[in-house]
């Protein structure tokens, strides 16, 4: 288990609200090895986005410990999980979250811009990541001048250029259509058989059946940890192995 | 280094995509810097003319009078109209010091007289002195035509007369004046010299001058009990010599006590240069003030941009925060953007304000020089209002929770 890439155990988060305590996260366990495809399920409230950021290092835990490629996060300072974001995860997000004035060339550059990176270095790389997605002819158009699909593979090249150890998408497909969603799904696909661990968070059986493996939360619990296609037609309160 | 160039290149982008707002943002910094540069410009501009102007009026030379030449704020006027007047014989008196060269007693009447021909008559402008041949080295005259009045001229009584530039354009416009009557006051006298021109101080004509000799004055016109006298000392070196030797008999011969002070004005070269360097410092902390002003007023804007700007693009900071920005990134990022934006206003200032003190100096022939301190004060007070009012905006950016920074639209 020394060698796992993720390494959750009792990780709790908990928020004070209006006096009264949320347990958005009650004593979580888990490991993900490297170049395993596992997806997060679990429905709005069951605190699927709460894990999706402590294990992106936004959001520190209330108790427990949280292991991410063999460094301790619990207790870091804000410095230094900045770093550890920025060298160890590479984010997709449902709104693709790309800054609108910059072009797509830009846009997948700034992970470098923060490493400290040279112009020219960061330019060849974040050019290479754009033809990666299939999208060099594109390099210099902004978002609003992109299809959602087009977007999100911007995105997708962003979290990739860094080369990251993690690739963690949070509902990737939740605003594209459905052709749109399985073109991202494939290329998900096509970056797993190339050996890169991914986290998908999402509310979508159908999405986490595609997955190897799939861990669903209920009420801040794991209730489910197995093939995917299991897990995801699982009923809500039922857990299947640990 | 490069994260500097990026931050640079980033504030730039984000002014660039903002252009209005940043030049409404920027107009009271604008105003500030060119305020400076526009008043220290023009100030420094007549400082330099007024300098010429007073070192042409004759090296070594300095005068005496009884009336203060300019004053400024509440003054006693009876103080002076107290004192006796500056006599003859005083004058007289002073030529005997060892370091005086040339000593003239002049005559100037209260109010300027018009001068006419049969033909022409100039305007009630014209200061008439009767004087001596020394007025010529003790005010700076060049002779154009002619000659300057004699001793001989002065022991006769003759009514003879030299005018200034203004007073030959006016009556013997394209015609040689030698030889030819003028009239002060119904009584002629006869050109005997036209002096070069000297041009103007202030917008003041320094040509606007005749000068007689002093016992025709005071036959034809009239003696005039107070004098004003000028003294050349006898080499530039000397003048301070001459002056203290010059305060010494004065005081003397006025029967002053050791302990009472001088009842007489006495001004040079440099207590000129000493009055207009005052008036300037006056000018300078004026403009201070308003460039003061202008720049909190210009800070308080650019602060208020750059919070605007902070809650705009809290995604955007989220987003920056996500892909591994420290806090202090952003910080410095929001920081070089104010600082940015405020330098551009100072430099457009600048040039605003050189444009207009050229724009001054072309049509309205007011003379200005750009001093370099001022541009240098101007931006770097601009870029500090910047950084100073940019703090709070950043560290606000800085502060924010990535998670919920993303989530905001």
């Known amino acids: 288990m020394d060698d796992a890439l993720i390494l959750v155990e009792d990780l709790c988060r908990h928020y004070v609200v209006g006096g009264e305590t949320v347990r958005a996260l009650d004593g979580v366990s888990f490991a993900i090895e490297r170049g395993e495809w596992v997806a997060i399920i679990g429905q709005s409230g069951s605190g699927k986005s709460t894990l999706m950021n402590l294990i992106g290092c936004l959001d520190t835990p209330t108790s427990g410990s949280y292991r991410l490629n063999g460094a301790d996060v619990q207790g870091l300072a804000d410095d230094a999980l900045a770093d550890l974001r920025n060298k160890e995860i590479g984010f997709v997000f449902q709104t693709f979250q790309l800054l609108p004035r910059a072009t797509a060339l830009a846009n997948v550059e700034l992970p470098l811009v923060y490493r400290g990176m040279s112009r020219r270095e960061r330019r060849a790389r974040a050019e290479a990541a754009l033809a990666a997605v299939g999208l060099t002819n594109r390099m210099h158009h902004r978002p609003n001048e992109l299809s959602g699909g087009q977007r999100q593979r911007v995105a997708i090249a962003r979290a990739l250029v860094g080369e990251p150890s993690l690739l963690l998408a949070d509902e990737p497909t939740g605003n594209l259509d459905t052709a749109t969603g399985e073109e991202i799904i494939r290329l998900f696909d096509d970056l797993h058989r190339r050996g890169h661990t991914i986290v998908l968070v999402t509310h979508e059986p159908r999405l986490a059946a595609r997955c190897p493996r799939a861990i669903r939360l209920t009420d801040g619990r794991v209730v489910g940890d197995g093939p995917g296609a299991e897990v995801a037609t699982l009923g809500a309160a039922r857990a299947v192995h640990g | ?409």
């Open chain 2, 1 to 409: 280094m490069t994260a500097l160039l990026d931050t640079i290149t980033m504030a730039l982008g984000t002014l660039r995509a903002n252009v209005l707002r940043s030049v409404l943002t920027l107009l009271g910094i604008v105003i500030g810097a060119s305020t400076v540069v526009a008043m220290m410009s023009l100030t420094e501009g007549f400082r330099l003319k007024l300098t010429s102007d007073f070192a042409a009026l004759g090296a070594g030379a300095f005068q005496v009078q009884k009336w203060p030449a300019l004053q400024f704020g509440p003054h006693d006027h009876r103080k002076y109209e107290r004192r006796p007047d500056l006599t003859r014989e005083q004058g007289e008196a002073l030529r005997e010091l060892p370091h005086v060269a040339y000593v003239s007693i002049e005559e100037w009447a209260r109010r300027p007289e018009s001068l006419s021909t049969r033909e022409r008559a100039t305007k009630q402008s014209i200061s008439v002195c009767g004087g001596l041949p020394d007025y010529e080295r003790a005010n700076g005259v060049d002779i154009a035509l002619g000659r300057f009045i004699s001793h001989t001229d002065v022991q006769l009584g003759r009514r003879v007369i030299v005018i200034g530039a203004d007073v030959q354009d006016t009556l013997f416009p394209g015609q040689d004046p030698l030889g030819q009557e003028v009239r002060v006051r119904g009584v002629p006298f006869e050109v005997i010299g036209v002096a070069e021109r000297q041009g103007s101080i202030l917008g003041e004509s320094k040509d606007a001058w005749a000068v007689v000799p002093w016992t025709a004055y005071e036959r034809a016109l009239g003696k005039v009990r107070n004098n004003n006298i000028a003294v050349v000392a006898t080499t530039p070196d000397d003048a301070p010599r001459a002056l203290e030797e010059v305060v010494a008999k004065l005081r003397r011969v006025r029967g002053l006590a050791p302990q009472e002070e001088n009842d007489f004005e006495i001004f040079s070269n440099d207590t000129s240069a000493q009055l207009f360097d005052n008036l300037a410092k006056m000018v300078g902390a004026a403009t201070f003030g308003v460039c003061a002003l202008a720049l909190l007023v210009g800070g308080i804007g650019v602060m208020n941009i750059m919070l605007v700007s902070v809650t705009e693009r809290t995604r955007e900071i989220g987003i920056r925060m996500a892909l591994g920005a420290r806090r202090r990134r952003i910080l410095s990022q929001f920081l070089v953007e104010s600082v940015v934006l405020s330098a551009l206003g100072g430099l457009v200032g600048v040039l605003l304000g050189a444009g207009l003190a050229l724009g001054a100096n072309a049509i309205w022939q007011v003379p200005a020089s750009i001093p370099a301190w001022a541009v240098i004060v101007s931006l770097a007070s601009a870029g500090g209002a910047g950084l100073l009012f940019g703090i709070y905006p950043a560290a606000r950016a800085s502060k924010l929770d990535p998670v919920e920074a993303m989530r905001t639209e």
